[in-house]
């Protein structure tokens, strides 16, 4: 008997490279400190999302989670999106329901409810502007958040004109640390410095860094990444992303049980 015959529930983390992800073992913990038998929870690593509604089906999903670099791309496949993911542009948890064997997926957004949760008791009066670095779905995410929080920002890309062009406020990386005097919170939304790269960071100039800064990367592995270890040197504030990342899967949880 194959482990699909004798498990009721099960879930996924969908993304293409996940090694260095935490999510199976956070979630194994949380379905077994709520004593609920019958699921599993799996690695699901796709080159492309082409056929995933079939891989869907095959494995017989209940849910599953969104990383890299999926999280726009998943909209597109959705029959139905939370109102909060839309105006985001972006998807983290999708949940799957069935019906005379048909699939429905309907897609949400943990993450930025889960940043602003984390974000908010580390902020300080002088955290009014932000740059966010990277310009994907988890950036989109950490906008609305800061949307929510009153705190201006503007994105860092490796392809300023492109999201210019889109009406993005957008700035290159050789020029943001020009305003690092003026946006005192800087997240870092992209991979770089995740293992096994750990020695690579996206922000170049942790000169400018002061003590006033607050540097949140929400990069849980390593749990203190360069751009985390430079930003301390300077005596600025840190956070990484592991409690952001226990928050939204608390949040998809709840949404599956729903």
């Known amino acids: 008997m194959n482990q699909l015959e004798h498990t009721d529930h099960h879930y996924a983390l969908v993304g293409e490279k996940l090694s260095h992800s935490f999510s199976k073992a956070y979630f194994d913990a949380k379905f077994a400190n709520s004593k609920s038998d019958g699921y599993n929870y799996r690695l699901l690593e796709l080159d492309s999302l082409a056929g995933l509604r079939q891989k869907v089906q095959e494995l017989q999903l209940d849910g599953f989670n969104v990383t890299i670099p999926y999280k726009e791309q998943m909209l597109h496949l959705l029959d139905e999106v939370d109102p909060t993911a839309a105006a985001i542009g972006a998807v983290n948890t999708v949940k799957v329901i069935r019906?005379?064997?048909?699939?429905?997926?309907?897609?949400?957004?943990?993450?930025?409810?889960?940043?602003?949760?984390?974000?908010?008791?580390?902020?300080?009066?002088?955290?009014?502007?932000?740059?966010?670095?990277?310009?994907?779905?988890?950036?989109?995410?950490?906008?609305?958040?800061?949307?929510?929080?009153?705190?201006?920002?503007?994105?860092?890309?490796?392809?300023?004109?492109?999201?210019?062009?889109?009406?993005?406020?957008?700035?290159?990386?050789?020029?943001?640390?020009?305003?690092?005097?003026?946006?005192?919170?800087?997240?870092?939304?992209?991979?770089?410095?995740?293992?096994?790269?750990?020695?690579?960071?996206?922000?170049?100039?942790?000169?400018?860094?002061?003590?006033?800064?607050?540097?949140?990367?929400?990069?849980?592995?390593?749990?203190?990444?360069r751009f985390l270890l430079d930003a301390t040197e300077r005596g600025a504030a840190t956070a990484n992303g592991l409690a952001m990342l226990h928050r939204q899967a608390d949040m998809a949880y709840t949404i599956w049980q729903a």
């Open 99 to 225: 019906h005379d064997n048909q699939l429905m997926l309907i897609g949400y957004n943990t993450d930025a409810p889960a940043f602003l949760e984390t974000l908010r008791p580390l902020l300080r009066d002088w955290h009014r502007k932000a740059l966010i670095l990277g310009t994907g779905g988890a950036s989109k995410a950490v906008a609305w958040a800061l949307r929510q929080l009153g705190i201006a920002h503007r994105f860092v890309s490796r392809t300023p004109l492109k999201h210019a062009g889109q009406g993005i406020d957008t700035v290159a990386y050789d020029e943001a640390f020009q305003l690092a005097d003026s946006h005192l919170l800087i997240v870092n939304c992209t991979p770089v410095g995740m293992y096994p790269h750990t020695e690579e960071s996206p922000w170049k100039t942790p000169a400018v860094l002061t003590p006033k800064h607050l540097c949140y990367d929400l990069i849980y592995n390593p749990e203190r990444t």
